[in-house]
């Protein structure tokens, strides 16, 4: 029997579901192996209540989620997770920064506390569950996203990138952005994406984590001796890596 999967999304903005219907001619590949029994982004059904493989976009935002994950982790030979948002916290993070209580009201006025859907501190799935997949980034890669699901299928072992960004950089004979005064976040993030936008042009924003060996404390030393203003780039880190030091070191 082939395996039954599902695919939801927690809080995010579906980028990494609308990832997936980039990918129509691997797509077909793929659901030639898997049962597809629902996908939260093109299904009008409800989730069945029996599968094998869970893949889970967006952040851990409500006590819904919460009690969602844990169902599906007793239920789910495999759980995956995709994007940012699910892998790090991603952005959704940044709002449980400071006075969550208070953002509450910012939104939904005197009562927003009360009325208000999230009642978690938005953070990773692996903040709830255990994950045995992730394919991080914002959004996810496509290419990516197809070589971990079939590695999940296959029951082999996942295997994220960990070497800094730069590593791969350099292979790619790109001039560093440091060095034309750009601020780059090459120097804390683990690659796998191939070092895309650094080399397509744009300075890396950090979007699929921190790397496993990041020395944060020494790379901010090394970039306020070139003269960066650190808290510009911890303020910039902080978009995908909020939580990065409590969940994922
Ligand atoms: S800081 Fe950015 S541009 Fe410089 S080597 Fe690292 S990834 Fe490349
Ligand atoms: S270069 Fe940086 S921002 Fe771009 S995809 Fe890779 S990790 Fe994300």
Known sequence: MAPRVVVMGLASDFGCQ?????????LLD?????????????????????????????AVTTTEHVELLKRVRATAGVVMV????????????????????????????????????????????KSVIDVD??????????????????????????????????????TKENICFLDKGEICLGLFTRTGCGARCVTLGRPCTGCRGL????????AMKILAA???DVDEVAERLAV????EEAFCR
């Open 18 to 26: 609308v990832q997936m219907t980039n990918i129509e001619d691997d």
């Open 30 to 58: 793929v659901l030639g192996l898997i049962d597809l029994s629902y996908w939260q982004l093109a299904s009008s059904g409800h989730m069945p209540a029996e599968y094998d493989v869970a893949i889970i976009e967006g």
């Open 82 to 125: 995709i994007g940012a948002c699910a892998v790090t916290g991603g952005i959704p993070a940044m709002a449980g920064q400071g006075d969550l209580e208070e953002r509450y009201g910012c939104v939904y006025g005197a009562d927003g506390a009360e009325v208000a859907c999230g009642r978690v501190s938005p953070a990773p799935v």
């Open 133 to 170: 997949y992730e394919v991080p980034g914002c959004p996810m890669d496509t290419t990516e996203f197809l070589r971990v699901l079939s590695r999940a299928l296959q029951g082999l072992a996942n295997r994220v990138p960990e070497e800094p960004m730069c590593a791969i950089c350099k």
């Open 211 to 218: 790397a496993k060996d990041a020395n944060v404390e020494s």
């Open 226 to 228: 070139k003269g960066f």
């Open 240 to 243: 995908f890596n909020t939580l």
